[in-house]
């Protein structure tokens, strides 16, 4: 009988790195579920991050990389597989968003071709694309990208919120049957990890209220989505090269509640509408 591996491919902003640290929290407890996490331990003394599942398939970006990373990520697929092969009968679990997000459809194929000998099942959260977009789009101009547009946003990232991208992308090579889709409304919260293993495993509530839940304030102000005229302010601060990280950090830190951030857009709006 083939080992089974549980792919969590995000969507990004679906509450993906706070849920990853209360697996790791919980990677013993889990175990005892045999719900197994296979990162070798030697990964962690050279800075390995779950991006580098994503990174690994993408030799393009390796160069960019510490000299212990890029003389792991070569094989390092190969050598997570090799802890499936040697591990016990079980369920395994890797979780990266940035599978999603950044692998092309060849790259997809060929991850089908590593993981052939595996029982796989591909999971993804979905999230309403008027609040993702926003999110994601809001988030990655805080990296220093310099003058990007939504547009050009769009045009880089098409289709990949789409639910039904990833149904036909990854399901066309695992298997439609083996696609599991959740929703983000069903399962955000402190609670997320519960919900997606109920989800996933199919374990009743009950019985995983043993699991640690690490208090972090709630993740929802992770994943909080940007008006379109906060956005706009955003990218004319970027283009030109003003700091953004205090108008940034008003929202996040000062503001607490949904209700707050609703009064804060909409007070910024009608004052940038005043002024047009």
């Given at each position: ?64 990389e510490s000299i ?5 990520l070569p094989n ?186 609703k009064k804060f ?12």
């Amino acid at each position: 009988m083939k080992k089974t591996i549980y792919l969590h491919i995000g969507l990004p902003k679906t509450g993906t790195t706070f849920m990853q640290r209360q697996l790791e929290i919980n990677r013993d407890i889990l175990e005892e579920m045999r719900i197994y996490n296979p990162i070798p331990d030697t990964f962690m003394k050279v800075g390995f991050r779950l991006a580098h599942l994503s990174i690994s398939l993408q030799q393009n970006r390796w160069a960019s990389e510490s000299i212990e990373m890029q003389e792991i990520l070569p094989n390092l697929w190969e050598r997570i597989l090799d802890q499936v092969r040697e591990g016990v009968n079980g369920r395994y679990i890797l979780t990266a968003e940035l599978l999603s997000w950044e692998l092309s459809e060849k790259k997809v194929r060929e991850l089908g071709h590593m993981l052939e000998e595996f029982a796989v099942k591909v999971v993804f959260t979905a999230r309403d694309p008027l609040e993702l977009i926003p999110s994601m789009y809001g988030q990655l101009l805080r990296t220093n990208r310099g003058r990007y547009s939504l547009e050009m946003f769009l045009k880089e990232f098409e289709d990949r919120w789409d639910p039904g991208y990833h149904r036909r992308v990854w399901g066309g090579v695992f298997g439609s049957e083996n696609i599991v889709q959740l929703s983000y409304d069903d399962i955000k919260g402190p609670d997320i990890l519960v919900k997606f293993l109920s989800s996933v495993f199919q374990i009743e509530s009950e019985k995983l209220g043993q699991l640690e839940i690490e208090d972090i304030g709630n993740p929802i102000y992770d994943n909080h989505s940007f008006t379109p005229r906060f956005l706009r302010m955003l990218e004319e601060l970027h283009h030109n090269r003003i700091d953004s990280s205090p108008f940034v950090q008003l929202l996040t830190e000062d503001i607490r509640n949904p209700v707050n951030q609703k009064k804060f857009f909409a007070s910024f709006d009608s004052y940038v509408k005043s002024l047009e």
